[in-house]
């Protein structure tokens, strides 16, 4: 079992940032490959990053490539999501997950964290 806890979320304006942290216990955490997805009110929810274990290949849905930055500290247990030039579209709540393998589906991850708001004001 893997235990996941998001941070960072928040309000802030259009063209700020924010790097939100997921923060992993219990088996370890350099076992898994990490995702963010995140999810609107009324959509379902989408990829967003993944990186994998071994080598730190990184994945990005198209909309964020340049803006956004996937990345993990495994000393420290925890995976993090840069965000800058954000826009009122990535408006959402943020999840990580922990998979043994990277993809972008939801269904494939094993384990979820509770999700963060983030909030990009126009």
């Known amino acids: 079992q893997v235990q996941l806890v998001e941070s960072g979320g928040g309000l802030v304006q259009t063209g700020g940032s924010l790097r939100l942290s997921c923060a992993a216990s219990?088996?370890?955490?350099?076992?898994?490959?990490m995702g963010w997805f995140r999810q609107a009110p009324g959509k379902e929810r989408e990829f967003v990053a993944a990186?994998?274990?071994?080598?730190?290949?990184?994945y990005y849905t198209q909309s964020v490539k340049g803006r956004f930055t996937i990345s993990r500290d495994n000393a420290k247990n925890t995976g993090y999501l840069q965000m800058n030039s954000l826009k009122p579209e990535d408006t959402a709540v943020y999840y990580c997950a922990a998979n043994i393998a990277a993809t972008r589906y939801p269904h494939d991850y094993d384990y979820w964290g509770q999700g963060t708001q983030v909030t990009v004001s126009s």
């Open positions: 219990g088996r370890s955490f350099s076992n898994y490959d």
């Open positions: 990186i994998k274990k071994s080598d730190g290949t990184t």
